[in-house]
């Protein structure tokens, strides 16, 4: 019977092994194998043994042991419907792990590997009141045959099987002398085992929308906020009451606006749907380092904090780990996105919606705070993008810490699981947006979002975007930097009242690592390594064979000082490169008597702004190393130390940069020693170095290294030598960062840089911020600027890298 069920379970179903790669240690293990699952069901079990047999895994239906002769098969459940109507289930331990305890007991020289198997049909949380989840639903803990009759018949092409790492069954029996006790421990131990599995899978059980918004509403700090918003308006009692059924209805409007309404049989349709979406738009969705997924989601609250590229990011994240095969965020998006129809959707793939601000809006801050606290506390993971928007430059934006520190008090107050939040970063090769983004950058006004937006820009659908690279950075676990800032935090946890004084300063750092991980783990592909080569170059123009040769530098320089080990570079080689930057239109080549030229148009130039600031980072020391030679041809590594260590703190702050400033030293030296195997440095044997004869492949390759970050240093150069020229005492940062902008873009106007982040605002605050931080930059009484000789040190540094020639010009343009 069991052979015959095992044969149509194999014509009808269709499952795949999580993680694919464990079946490889199964057939090497050295201890008979034994498949532990959930509860005990012949379908489920055919499965496994189709499974097994197609994988030539030990199958689960084999004689486990060859003595006693009632150890029986190499399966047992832990959990076993009962009943007429299997309406209640037996958790006691199973007999058949009691047998097995009992042999290893009696051979000290027998052990058994226990594998936890999970089977999970249609991957669909459960859901309450819902006749038709009822037929999809995964935890069919009760249920009728003929309930699994139809899940079967509905979700068998959609069936996941995840067997966990084996565990010795010796290592778990502990001293107790009583088998049953040890069973029911061991039992206990692998069913919280499998619990943790299935919510990472499929996520918790799922709750109605209504059921969370009404639990949102009963919950004491929202009745507390509706009392205080109805006490700050006055009126009498009978106005007073009218005034809190007010505050109580405004609450309701809030948490409507807010609440996600995730529904499976959307998500499963829409898994299809972007399948086919993403095969005409992108060669391919890449989904990297996803075992840092595996070993965090079991037990843990997952907080996934990816840079926001583009609209797509959405999408792309929740559909990469769906498909991955684990349960997919509630995402929080911008209320801006609510649009009609659209809304809708976002909201039943699992988004929930927040305003851009909650300033002077303390009861909208209450009900938000609360439904994360909910959602949280139920086991959902969430996503988020702590930047706040989408980076028009391609650059990380300084990070918004709201967020991170709702999610951190919300754990404080209902401490249940860990939190650990997972970086992401997106590597896009064409972004979708990126003609906005052009026009935004070049002055334009923001567009709104509308439904005619998207229909008009459906018609890019059958444009080519090449490849998306998603990967996943090291994970930040919550509870480490709570141990070092507060070591007592767990005996103030669920006080919802108190704000620590350690708050800040925490959310503080967790944000800062969050983005250097999400840096860590950057895609360097081929658009990102022409942008960085062709923007080098004085008119975006060069012949093909100096662009491959400058292409082959890049690629040796990222391997030979890589920059993390999470970072992933292209395969391809310099020349496929280039035909790939061919097929995607980003540069043209032509055909002339001295060769042929490779170019791109002004367009293209200004968007390759945008996939070179996406890397950045990762040729920056590099590049710093390299502009040390652009007005000198030998320098000592003290000079160049001085340099680096005067230069870092605001590159590193601007770009996100992994080190340290007391790893520094150790850093300059290596990335020195890595230009120097690369031919691009000489040592001098008295502890310096010198660049290559002028006229040399190897001396161009390095000053076209040094590009990617001298206009970075002149924009640092232009707003110390604008406020020297103002003098100390004498101009506001307000006035300060409107004159460094003025005079940035007319040194593009004069210049012709291609490069709008030039002229960004907001990157000369960051920089004036850091001067005062670091009390290179001081304010009097009115608000004025004051400075001392420091800072003319620092404006020395600078002249050390910078070529006489651009000093003038910067000077020539403040003076102008």
């Known amino acids: 019977m069991d052979s015959l069920l095992a044969r149509l379970v194999a014509l009808w179903t269709r499952s795949r092994l999580e993680p694919a790669d464990l079946g490889a240690r199964l057939r090497d293990s050295a201890a008979p194998v034994c498949y532990v699952l959930e509860r005990r069901s012949a379908v489920d079990l055919a499965v496994l043994r189709t499974l097994c047999a197609k994988l030539r895994l030990p199958r689960p239906r084999r004689r486990l042991l060859p003595a006693p002769a009632n150890a029986g098969r190499a399966s047992f459940a832990l959990e076993r419907p009962v009943g007429l109507w299997r309406s209640r289930l037996d958790r006691r331990a ?200 595996r070993q965090v989601a079991a037990g843990n609250e997952i907080v996934y904090v990816p840079c926001h590229r583009s609209h797509m990011d959405y999408l792309l994240l929740s559909y990469a780990i769906y498909q991955h095969g684990f349960a997919i965020p509630h995402v929080a998006a911008g209320v801006n996105l609510n649009l009609p129809v659209i809304g809708r959707f976002l909201r039943k793939g699992g988004g929930f919606f927040m305003r851009r601000s909650f300033r002077g809006n303390s009861l909208y801050t209450v009900v938000f705070t609360q439904y994360l606290a909910a959602i949280m506390a139920r086991g959902h993971s969430i996503e988020y993008f702590i930047e706040g928007g989408r980076s028009r430059s391609g650059r990380l934006l300084a990070p918004m810490t709201g967020m991170l520190a709702m999610t951190v008090r919300s754990f404080l107050r209902q401490p249940r699981r860990p939190v650990v939040f997972v970086p992401v970063y997106f590597g896009y090769e064409r972004i979708w947006e990126g003609a906005t983004y052009i026009n935004e950058l070049s002055g334009r006004p923001k567009e709104k979002e509308t439904v005619l937006g998207l229909v008009r820009s459906l018609h890019r659908l059958r444009e080519n975007f090449g490849r998306v690279h998603v990967n996943l950075g090291e994970p930040v676990f919550l509870e480490r930097l709570l141990d070092r800032h507060a070591p007592d935090w767990r005996t103030q946890a669920g006080n919802a009242q108190e704000k620590p004084r350690w708050i800040a300063p925490l959310v503080g750092e967790l944000s800062v690592t969050v983005m250097r991980h999400i840096n860590a783990a950057a895609s360097m592909n081929p658009v990102n390594l022409l942008a960085l080569a062709l923007l080098a170059t004085p008119r975006q123009a060069t012949l093909q064979d100096d662009l491959v040769r400058h292409l082959g530098t890049l690629l040796a320089v990222l391997r030979a000082v890589p920059y993390s080990e999470r970072v992933t570079v292209t395969e391809l080689t310099p020349a496929a490169i280039v035909d790939y930057g061919l097929k995607l239109q980003l540069i043209t080549r032509e055909t002339h008597r001295a060769g042929e030229f490779v170019r791109m ?31 000198n041809a030998e320098l000592h590594a003290t000079d160049i130390q001085r340099f680096a260590g005067r230069i870092y703190p605001y590159i590193a702050t601007e770009l996100f940069l992994r080190w340290r400033e007391d790893e520094l030293p150790a850093v300059v030296d290596e990335v020195l020693a890595a230009l120097g195997r690369c031919g691009l440095l000489e040592p001098t044997g008295n502890g310096g170095w010198r660049r290559p004869a002028p006229t040399s492949n190897a001396a161009l390759e390095l000053s076209l290294l040094a590009q990617s970050t001298v206009q970075t240093i002149e924009r640092y150069y232009l707003a110390i030598a604008l406020l020297i020229r103002a003098g100390s005492g004498t101009i506001t940062q307000k006035a300060l960062e409107e004159r460094c902008q003025l005079m940035a873009q007319r040194m593009t106007l004069l210049y012709g840089f291609n490069s709008p982040e030039f002229f960004d605002r907001a990157l000369f605050g960051s920089f004036i911020n850091l001067l005062r931080s670091r009390d290179v930059l001081r304010t009097d009484e009115a608000g004025r600027l004051v400075f001392d000789g420091v800072l003319v040190e620092v404006a020395r540094d600078a002249e050390i890298v910078l070529s006489e020639q651009i000093r003038h010009s910067i000077l020539q343009v403040t003076h102008g």
């Not at 669909?124 to 803990?141: G, T």
């Not at 998500?267 to 380092?289: C, P």
């Not at 390759?608 to 030679?629: E, G, Q």
């Open 601 to 631: 148009s002004a367009e293209n130039a200004v968007l390759a702004t945008y996939y070179r600031n996406n890397v950045l980072h990762l040729v920056a020391m590099p590049s710093l190393m390299a502009c040390c030679f652009i007005a």
């Open 94 to 293: 199973p007999r058949e792990l009691g047998v097995l305890i009992d042999a290893l007991r009696a051979d000290p020289s027998l052990d058994v590997a226990l594998v936890p198997a999970g089977i999970y049909w249609g991957r669909a949380p459960q859901k309450e009141r819902s006749l038709i989840r009822l037929f999809l639903a995964e935890d069919w803990a009760i249920g009728s045959r003929l309930r699994r009759g139809f899940s079967v018949l509905v979700n068998g092409r959609n069936v996941m099987v995840q067997l966990g790492e084996p565990v010795s069954l010796r290592s778990l029996l502990g001293g107790e002398a009583d088998t049953a006790a040890v069973a029911r421990r061991v039992a206990r131990v692998l069913r919280a085992q499998l619990a943790r599995a299935r919510a990472a899978r499929i996520g918790p059980d799922l709750s109605h929308r209504r059921t969370i918004v009404a639990e949102v509403l009963r919950s004491r700090a929202v009745r507390q906020a509706v009392a205080q918003a109805a006490r700050e308006r006055n009126g009498g009692e009978r106005k007073g009451r009218d005034r809190r059924r007010e505050m109580l209805l405004e609450a309701r409007r809030c948490i409507d606006e807010i609440a996600a309404n995730y529904s499976h049989i959307f998500v499963t349709s829409m898994s299809h749907l972007l399948t086919r979406v993403w095969n005409r738009l992108y060669d391919g969705v890449e989904f990297r380092h996803v075992d840092t997924l």
